[in-house]
């Protein structure tokens, strides 16, 4: 059973950082793209950050831009997103996914955790 799991979520005062893990099991996504998008309360799932399967391309939302970092480790089947300089509008559930099956950074996804809780206060 392929799985996706985020953890690394809690609650942070705005300037801090928190850096969010999606680890893979049941199959290696090594050579897949794989991303970040979050979903704000009353909002729709947006686009935060994407990874090419060699790990050497990424690609960013403007909003995150500069503060936000994502890695892989290949050889641990998982995901970082790294933020930094949080701000209370980047409260949200944060979600990795996997495989994007037309090669958009925007989706559709074949796999999708079940997402991690960041809430950044002012």
């Known amino acids: 059973q392929v799985q996706l799991v985020e953890s690394g979520g809690g609650l942070v005062q705005a300037g801090c950082s928190l850096r969010l893990t999606c680890t893979a099991s049941?199959?290696?996504?090594?050579?897949?793209?794989m991303v970040w998008f979050r979903q704000a309360p009353g909002k729709e799932r947006e686009f935060v950050a994407a990874?090419?399967?060699?790990?050497?391309?990424?690609y960013y939302a403007d909003s995150v831009k500069g503060r936000f970092t994502i890695s892989k480790s290949n050889a641990k089947n998982t995901m970082y997103l790294q933020m930094n300089s949080l701000k209370p509008e980047d409260t949200a559930v944060y979600y990795c996914?996997?495989?994007?099956?037309?090669?958009?950074?925007?989706?559709?996804?074949?796999?999708w955790g079940q997402g991690t809780q960041v809430t950044v206060s002012s």
């Open positions: 990874i090419r399967g060699s790990g050497g391309s990424t």
């Open positions: 996914g996997a495989e994007a099956l037309s090669g958009s950074y925007y989706g559709p996804f074949g796999f």
């Open positions: 049941g199959r290696t996504f090594s050579s897949v793209t």
